[in-house]
């Protein structure tokens, strides 16, 4: 089962710099949304009841974040923010 995270940054939608801006597959905008992606994923396979199946390819994912999460402190919050409104907005939740 595969969310459409990166579906939510369309200009219509969320507008996400990492989907609006896009400069390409490994720039920096993409992998920030790469992260938001796969946050927000693992926010809905919880909600879903979907936890064990999927928890080791994402552990082995956010792995290679460790560096920039470790040099950009913000970087997590920032990122679990836009996962949190993109996960709202996929299940129809309001926000303000």
Same mark, same amino acid.
């Given at each position: 089962?595969?969310?459409?995270?990166?579906?939510?940054?369309?200009?219509?939608?969320?507008?996400?710099?990492?989907?609006?801006? @896009?400069?390409?597959?490994?720039?920096?905008?993409?992998?920030?949304?790469?992260?938001?992606?796969?946050?927000?994923?693992?926010?809905?396979?919880?909600?879903?009841?979907?936890?064990?199946?999927?928890?080791?390819?994402?552990?082995?994912?956010?792995?290679?974040?460790?560096?920039?999460?470790?040099?950009?402190?913000?970087?997590?919050?920032?990122?679990?923010?836009?996962?949190?409104?993109?996960?709202?907005?996929?299940?129809?939740?309001?926000? @303000?």
């Amino acid at each position: 089962m595969v969310f459409k995270i990166d579906s939510t940054g369309h200009s219509s939608r969320l507008n996400r710099e990492g989907i609006t801006a @896009h400069n390409g597959f490994g720039s920096e905008l993409y992998s920030k949304e790469e992260l938001i992606a796969e946050l927000g994923a693992s926010m809905l396979f919880g909600i879903c009841g979907i936890v064990n199946e999927t928890i080791d390819n994402s552990a082995s994912y956010i792995q290679s974040w460790l560096r920039a999460l470790k040099e950009d402190k913000t970087l997590i919050i920032s990122a679990s923010q836009q996962a949190q409104k993109a996960s709202d907005y996929i299940q129809g939740i309001k926000f @303000h």
